[in-house]
């Protein structure tokens, strides 16, 4: 006697409340597979992308704003900063190395940052085609960014001011694309980089030009002044009286050992820091927030207060699949129970053809398997294609990459509870079976 076959042909006989049973179990399976995959992922993001990166500085505002749009890019910045004050805090002992970014500029809804070599080096990203940016108007793109929008070597583009698609585009000012990223997982495939210059270029700094043509005023403004001290000369007919020094400031020169000004409209929107010692954990953002006009952010503090106020809406949908769960239990017990006294007759056939009692009883705990084993299956396709379309959404929202296609250990233990719900839904209608009487049920018919 097939018992797996049998039982089979008994789940068929009742296809709607098969199908009942089987939904209300899958939905509870999708909906704990679609958080797991979920809250693994997003945590594997944040720390993979905040590896390495003990601090970042920017202007006054909220620390997690500021590690958003600054680490994962995912939120406006709090604004920017002097590069004379980032170059304070490069200098400081206590910072290692330090990587400043330049942000506020997009291409198709993909951020630019304007930054230096040491951004890619940081996440470990290769150059795939060409090279990396090198002068001004150049850049380096992502994975991502190359291949949603077919870019290739040479090609130009047209940043926009603001970081979503429908702002102020910078026409007059394209890049060329001279290297593309290989993939490498992390927020750079998502990037537009070039260098500092280029994105304080593009909205109008002419510091170096302006310079020159101070520089070039006061050399006229020298010689005329040195044409007309000649006249005055020749027509008084006296001796030259020497004239004071001008200040070396008004100059355009600095005193020695000062610090070389830097033209207006110069900044940085965020420098990423790393510490020199342990110590700097302790004293550094105290330093920062404290002493200076800016901001000091920890990513790993931040990112785990992130991750617990996300957690709380995880828990909540949690409860609900949980709850789906029970009830799919409930249901495939009234189910078996059900389907059980309407087939006595037949189980009491089955053991005056020689079927024991333990056969009877193994018969319907394989019926209460297979519900669950169908639910289970269903619930983990459903889950991952639903994870796939979520993360499809929630990327071109938010540019998170999130993925259905991606497996779990902890989707083995869904399924051991899957299994387990059946044979708990199972245990009882399989003992009444287990306990049925031959001769009282064959009188009856």
């Not at 394209?174 to 990223?181: D, E, Q, W």
């Not at 992390?186 to 310079?211: K, N």
């Amino acid at each position: 006697m097939n018992l797996p076959k049998l039982s089979f042909s008994y789940i068929k006989q009742r296809t709607l409340s098969t199908l009942l049973n089987v939904l209300l179990l899958a939905l509870g399976i999708a909906t704990i597979v679609v958080l797991l995959l979920f809250s693994h992922q997003l945590e594997e993001n944040l720390t993979k992308n905040a590896d390495g990166i003990d601090l970042v500085v920017g202007a006054k505002g909220s620390p997690l704003q500021l590690i958003l749009s600054s680490i994962y890019h995912i939120d406006a910045p709090t604004g920017n900063i002097p590069v004379s004050e980032a170059e304070t805090i490069s200098g400081h002992p206590m910072v290692a190395a330090s990587i400043p970014l330049a942000l506020g500029d997009s291409y198709a809804g993909y951020r630019m940052v304007g930054t230096t070599g040491a951004y890619p080096a940081h996440y470990g990203a290769t150059v795939a085609e060409g090279d990396l940016w090198q002068g001004v108007m150049e850049a380096t793109v992502g994975a991502e960014v190359a291949e949603a929008r077919s870019l290739s070597i040479g090609d130009e583009l047209v940043s926009t001011h603001g970081l979503t698609v429908g702002g102020q585009d910078h026409g007059e000012q394209p890049l060329r694309v001279v290297g593309i990223f290989a993939p490498s997982g992390t927020v750079v495939d998502r990037l537009v980089l070039t260098s500092v210059e280029t994105i304080w270029a593009v909205h109008g700094d002419h510091g170096d030009e302006a310079e020159e043509e101070h520089a070039e005023g006061e050399h006229d403004e020298a010689e005329e002044e040195h044409a007309d001290g000649e006249h005055d000369e020749a027509e008084a007919d006296t001796a030259a009286v020497p004239r004071p020094p001008v200040p070396l400031l008004l100059q355009g020169m600095q005193p020695p050992g000062g610090a070389a000004p830097q033209p207006p409209g110069r900044e940085y929107t965020a420098l990423l820091v790393q510490y020199a010692s342990p110590m700097a954990a302790v004293m550094f953002p105290r330093f920062v927030n404290t002493q200076t006009d800016l901001q000091a952010a920890a990513p790993a503090f931040e990112t785990a207060r992130l991750l617990t106020l996300l957690g709380v809406g995880i828990d909540a949908l949690q409860v609900f699949g949980i709850i789906l769960i029970l009830a799919a239990l409930l249901s495939v017990f009234i189910a078996l129970y059900v389907a059980l006294k309407d087939r006595k007759y037949d189980l009491a056939i089955m053991r005056t053809l020689g079927a024991s009692r333990q056969k009877l009883m193994t018969h319907v705990l394989i019926e209460g398997l297979i519900l669950a084993g169908l639910g289970a299956v269903v619930g983990l396709l459903l889950g991952h294609i639903a994870a796939s379309l979520l993360g499809g959404w929630v990327e071109e929202a938010q540019g998170v990459a999130l993925t259905g296609w991606t497996f779990l250990p902890a989707e083995a233990l869904l399924v051991l509870i899957a299994l387990g719900v059946g044979i708990v839904a199972a245990l009882l209608p399989a003992w009444q079976a287990y306990r049925t009487d031959i001769a009282q049920t064959l009188v009856r018919g």
